[in-house]
């Protein structure tokens, strides 16, 4: 089992960059593929972005595509979104999440979830 943990949200405005961590327990986060989803007020949950367990292989919802980037430091348990050019549509709580199985770009296909954190873009 592992625990995630998110942090790096706040307010920005538009244009502007965060990067957001996820921290995770355990000695095998290594062997997970994690993932980005958000979810807006009033919207559904919808997948950001998503990496392999050896950070071989990225994923991107075409919304993001060339504006965030994915990546992780296994070492130290780290999954990190670097969010560029933000715009207010991308406001939204932002969850990252575990998967023994194949990466996926689907919520149902992770089992392990983080609380999410706040990222508000103003115009």
């Known amino acids: 089992q592992v625990q995630l943990v998110e942090s790096g949200g706040g307010l920005v405005q538009a244009g502007g960059s965060l990067r957001l961590s996820c921290a995770a327990s355990?000695?095998?986060?290594?062997?997970?593929?994690m993932g980005w989803f958000r979810q807006a007020p009033g919207k559904e949950r919808e997948f950001v972005a998503a990496?392999?367990?050896?950070?071989?292989?990225?994923y991107y919802a075409d919304s993001v595509k060339g504006r965030f980037t994915i990546s992780r430091d296994n070492a130290k348990n780290t999954v990190y979104l670097q969010m560029n050019s933000l715009k207010p549509e991308d406001t939204a709580v932002y969850y990252c999440?575990?998967?023994?199985?194949?990466?996926?770009?689907?919520?149902?296909?992770?089992?392990?979830w983080g609380q999410g954190t706040q990222v508000t873009v103003s115009s």
């Open positions: 355990g000695r095998t986060f290594s062997s997970y593929a």
């Open positions: 990496i392999t367990w050896s950070g071989g292989s990225l």
């Open positions: 999440a575990a998967t023994t199985g194949v990466v996926g770009v689907h919520g149902y296909e992770y089992d392990y």
